[in-house]
């Protein structure tokens, strides 16, 4: 069974719902879960500003979209530990953490991230790509580090023990947050720059700076971040990453942020052999074959993250 770090689908429920469609997730989506053998996953809030609404409306509209598409799923439960996560599974139901995916909706107001923890959020990235009022994405400037307010959402972020998600930091607000926090970072679908050399991914120092603080890191399925060359941006090159962070930070600190984004459209691919939620036995399949036992994949498959979430 697996434990999908970060997904996306609350994305493809608010699009849907606003075009008047209901039970989104069970129409659309619970199918292809299945067949991938998800127990649990991360279900991320990414708002960017739609239809001239500010970034903190769309937040809005993604929360109440949500909460009516929850209440039409009674086989999925919202979840913010790790127990609450096996009880869930013991009732045959798929279980949900919540995650946001970019706070640029806090402004210069912080109190919005105790509205993310209200709405459930148990784990949190301070950017998406973008820069606002509290860090640099990795789109941005690597050096730029944290702002004082960023600062002080780490503190508010720990405090409400919300997770700091270091994926899509840049490197100086990466660094920020590890000379900040005294609790587990996660980098919920972020690879290894030692096979595909891009600012989303992590370079071995930093994969010792997150094992370092008792966290973990998902891999990612999106091509571009598996590897440089078309022709090996396979599910093979994802497991060999994930193997290399195995080598780097010791199997307990790895973990599964697949990110799957089929439903955003043409050009957002998964590596092959991998395209959707159903497929991820293939890269559990690749891990057996390049020597994992199958202690370790169930470690990355979900123990760790939910080790973690406790
Ligand atoms: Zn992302």
Not at 57 to 81: D, G
Not at 90 to 109: H, N, S
Not at 163 to 170: A, I
Not at 256 to 262: A, L, S
């Amino acid at each position: 069974m697996v434990f999908d770090g970060h997904s996306d689908l609350l994305f493809d429920v608010t699009r849907r719902r606003l075009a008047g469609e209901t039970r989104v997730l069970e129409r659309c989506h619970l199918d292809r879960l299945r067949r991938g053998s998800v127990e649990g996953m991360v279900l991320s809030v990414w708002a960017e500003p739609a239809d001239g609404r500010s970034y903190l409306e769309r937040t809005e509209q993604i929360f109440s979209c949500a909460r009516a598409e929850f209440a039409e799923t009674p086989w999925l439960k919202t979840v913010r530990t790790a127990a609450e996560a096996e009880a869930a599974k013991r009732e045959g139901k798929l279980y949900a953490f919540i995650g946001v995916e970019g706070m640029a909706a806090v402004g210069r107001d912080l109190s919005v991230i105790d509205r993310y923890a209200d709405f459930g959020a148990r784990m949190g990235m301070l950017t998406w790509n973008e820069e606002n009022t509290l860090a640099t994405g990795a789109k941005g400037d690597p050096q730029k580090g944290l702002t004082d307010l960023g600062k002080q959402a780490v503190r508010r972020m720990e405090a409400l023990n919300m997770t700091v998600d270091v994926s899509h930091l840049n490197d100086g607000g990466f660094w920020d947050v590890m000379r900040l926090t005294h609790v587990p970072v996660i980098a919920s679908h972020s690879n290894c720059r030692a096979l595909c050399d891009v600012r989303r991914n992590l370079t071995d120092e930093q994969l010792r700076a997150v094992r370092d603080t008792g966290g973990l890191v998902g891999v990612n399925v999106y091509h571009a971040f598996v590897h440089a060359e078309p022709e090996k941006q396979t599910v093979e090159m994802l497991a060999r990453h994930a193997c290399h962070m195995a080598e780097v930070m010791g199997v307990e600190h790895v973990a599964c942020g697949f990110d799957f984004c089929e439903y955003f459209g043409p050009g957002e691919d998964s590596a092959k052999g991998i395209d959707d939620c159903s497929k991820t036995a293939a890269f559990f399949e690749w891990l057996e074959k390049l020597g994992m036992e199958e202690r370790e994949r169930r470690m990355i498959a979900r123990e760790n993250l939910l080790r973690l979430l406790t």
